[in-house]
Nanobody, 115 residues
Framework: QVQLVESGGGLAQAGGSLRLSCAAS????????MGWYRQAPEKQRELVAV???????NYADSVKGRFTISRDNAKNTVYLQMNSLKPEDTAVYYC?????????WGQGTQVTVSS
């Protein structure tokens, strides 16, 4: 059974930084994308940053230049370094693994940025 466990959320001031981690366990085959999404109150869940099947990265325009996605394959962990945080980055951040068979989500971690 695949499990994704996020950590690293919390409260930050505008201009500050946070680092999210997502540890994946279980056997995962045929990954299409792996990365991070977020959902702010009363808004739809949106892509933040993902690794594609070919290993390239996609970022939301709103986070380009501020957020960096990385991974440690040996630890089956993906990270999201968030710098220059803005109040509009406040959301629940979800780790996601999308395979050709299924779509897996973590439980989410709250990120709150104060102005």
């Amino acid at each position: 059974q695949v499990q994704l466990v996020e950590s690293g959320g919390g409260l930050a001031q505008a201009g500050g930084s946070l680092r999210l981690s997502c540890a994946a366990s279980g056997i995962i085959f045929s990954i299409n994308t792996m990365g991070w999404y977020r959902q702010a109150p009363e808004k739809q869940r949106e892509l933040v940053a993902v690794f594609t099947k070919g290993g390239s990265t996609n970022y939301a325009d709103s986070v380009k230049g501020r957020f960096t996605i990385s991974r440690d394959n040996a630890k089956n962990t993906v990270y999201l370094q968030m710098n220059s945080l803005k109040p509009e980055d406040t959301a629940v951040y979800y780790c996601n693994v999308c395979t050709i068979y299924s779509n897996y989500w973590g439980q989410g971690t709250q990120v709150t940025v104060s102005s």
